[in-house]
């Protein structure tokens, strides 16, 4: 499948950019090479190849949860800029319409 100027202008297009005619022909030029490597890999053999999403095996490594005592208010308020009772005080970001 080969890639012309227009569908790279389309391309563009939908990506809200502008291209110069320079960018135009190297983008052209580019994902016509993407494409084509895209055929070459079609034609590897793979079958009895499972999918897989990375070459080894993941595992998570999270710790059990325990309960543990959590912060008292004017420890997790120490370094608060601003505060109002236990509270972080924050600006008002929301405007009333």
């Given at each position: 499948?080969?890639?012309?100027?227009?569908?790279v202008?389309?391309?563009?297009?939908l990506?809200?950019?502008?291209?110069t005619p320079?960018?135009l022909?190297?983008?052209?030029?580019?994902?016509d090479?993407?494409l084509?490597?895209?055929?070459?890999l079609?034609?590897a053999?793979t079958?009895?190849?499972p999918?897989t999403?990375?070459v080894?095996?993941?595992?998570?490594?999270?710790?059990?949860?325990?309960?543990?005592p959590?912060?008292k208010?004017?420890?997790?308020?120490?370094?608060?800029?601003?505060?109002?009772g236990?509270?972080?005080?924050v600006?008002k970001?929301?405007?009333?319409?």
């Open positions: 499948m080969a890639i012309t100027v227009k569908d202008e389309y391309l563009a297009l990506a809200r950019i502008e291209l320079e960018e022909k190297k983008f052209t030029r580019e994902l090479e993407i084509a490597y895209v055929e070459k079609k034609e053999k079958q009895g190849v999918p999403s990375h080894e095996a993941l595992a998570n490594v999270f710790r059990e949860d325990e309960v543990q959590s912060l208010p004017e420890q997790a308020l120490a370094n608060a800029p601003s505060r109002e236990n509270f972080f005080k600006p970001i929301i405007e009333a319409s």
